[in-house]
């Protein structure tokens, strides 16, 4: 899997791991503390930080003898700002019509 924008939002579509990233945007976390955090089982838990990993929006960091997870803020930043360009684009297009419907009045 890749990082690419479609990935990563497929992926942060499912609400388990929507919630696990934002979880993680407060601090580090081994999967058992996530699933501490969260209904959801400790095995559940490691397999959505698997897809996340793969889909490039967390890292695992070894620490001792538990792995922690980080969210990828770089990533989630160019996804941001991919979006909000998308955005902006839908904006100048909408704006046009506008003027060209006023126009048409």
Known sequence: MTGAPPV???VLA???RWRI???LG???MSASALAARLPVSRQAIAKHLSVLS???L???IPAGREIRYRAHGAKLSALGA???AIGQQWDRRLMAIKRIAEGLS
């Open 8 to 10: 990563m939002l497929a």
């Open 14 to 16: 499912d609400d388990t």
């Open 21 to 23: 990233l934002t979880e």
């Open 26 to 28: 407060s601090a580090d």
């Open 54 to 56: 793969d889909a490039g």
């Open 58 to 60: 967390v890292e695992a």
């Open 82 to 84: 991919e979006l909000t």
